[in-house]
């Protein structure tokens, strides 16, 4: 079995329940069919924390792939998959009140990581009924962004983030569930191409 891991974000600002991690919990319950084991964990609006937690699961468990799920305040009905994370430029702080040492991710590290998932691929290739699918090559240099970039770096690529909206009458936690089930066995999919 492939180990597959997915972590959501606890709450911050306004947002007392995390649709990330609604999402993320949904899709446990779901599963991705046998081959995969699938590890959730949910990491705090903190940016050592969350590097802390982002280490460990590529030290000791070295999964496959790693899908963060973050919320994106400002997208009402759209998922976002980004295809890198910037190392620089992380002034806004967090949930503690603190940001990063040099305002970056690792000190000596590339200016960003792309994702070995092409998400441009992805993209075309999907779609789920009742919301929009979009491509970025920003995910916004806050805690998502970070995360993002720390798991690329550790995890050599193999890893992904997708931004979810806040949940609302018509985007429930099955909802967002269902559509993360959908990306990730596309995602999965083509993790499969690259090994063979």
């Not at 995390?18 to 899709?27: F, I």
């Not at 590529?58 to 976002?80: F, K, M």
């Not at 995890?155 to 429930?172: D, K, M, Q, Y």
């Amino acid at each position: 079995k492939h180990l597959s891991f997915f972590s959501g974000f606890g709450p911050f600002r306004q947002y007392l329940v995390n649709s990330s991690w609604e999402a993320v919990k949904e899709l446990s319950k779901r599963g991705l069919g046998e081959n995969i084991h699938l590890r959730i964990m949910q990491l705090p609006v903190v940016y050592q924390k969350a590097k802390e937690q982002v280490c460990k699961i590529w030290t000791t468990l070295q999964p496959l792939l790693t899908v963060h799920v973050g919320l994106a305040s400002s997208a009402t009905a759209l998922i976002i998959l980004e295809q890198c994370g910037k190392n620089k430029g992380y002034q806004e702080r967090d949930a503690c009140g603190f940001h990063p040492e040099g305002a970056c991710c690792v000190l000596d590290g590339p200016e960003k990581i792309e994702s070995t998932i092409n998400m441009k691929t992805l993209w075309k290739n999907i779609s789920v009924e009742g919301i929009d699918i979009i491509l970025s090559r920003d995910a916004g240099r806050y805690i998502c962004d970070y995360t993002y970039y720390t798991s690329l770096y550790y995890g050599n690529g193999r890893a992904a983030f997708i931004h979810v909206p806040p949940l609302s009458e018509s985007v429930t936690a099955e909802f967002l569930g269902k559509a993360l089930q959908t990306i990730i066995l596309a995602m999965l999919e083509q993790c499969g191409e690259q090994r063979e």
